[in-house]
Nanobody
Framework: QLRLVESGGGLVQPGGSLRLSCAAS????????IGWFRQAPGKEREKVSC????????NYADSVKGRFTISRDNAKHTAYLQMNSLKPEDTAVYYC???????????????????WGLGTQVTVSS
């Protein structure tokens, strides 16, 4: 019943942009913090960004700060990740995840998220 589905991934040249979407079904996002994570081959899954249930608080990994923007539209049950100035090192599978509670914190990693999408591939290459 509780599902998250990512979309918007693809192949883009360095310096380009992509906008990822995360659509929720079976529940609203009114009470759920949302995180974006990514996992590159041979690497651990890392947190990219998170946003609190109301959208009032956001956090970003240092590697994407100033380039990525997380947002949400609870009325549409959807969260977004706008990715600009993409670099080859951004190449990864990107996952959307939701917490059961409202908070977004730099200290809340993978283990703090309860619902996960299946991921969408982002490839940055010339």
């Amino acid at each position: 019943q509780l599902r998250l589905v990512e979309s918007g991934g693809g192949l883009v040249q360095p310096g380009g942009s992509l906008r990822l979407s995360c659509a929720a079904s079976g529940f609203t996002l009114d009470y759920n913090a949302i995180g974006w994570f990514r996992q590159a081959p041979g690497k651990e899954r890392e947190k990219v960004s998170c946003i609190s249930s109301s959208g009032g608080t956001t956090n970003y990994a240092d590697s994407v700060k100033g380039r990525f923007t997380i947002s949400r539209d609870n009325a549409k049950h959807t969260a977004y990740l706008q990715m600009n100035s993409l670099k080859p090192e951004d190449t990864a599978v990107y996952y959307c995840a939701a917490r059961r509670t409202r908070g977004c914190s730099s200290g809340y990693g993978v283990s703090f998220y309860d619902y996960w999408g299946l991921g969408t591939q982002v490839t940055v290459s010339s």
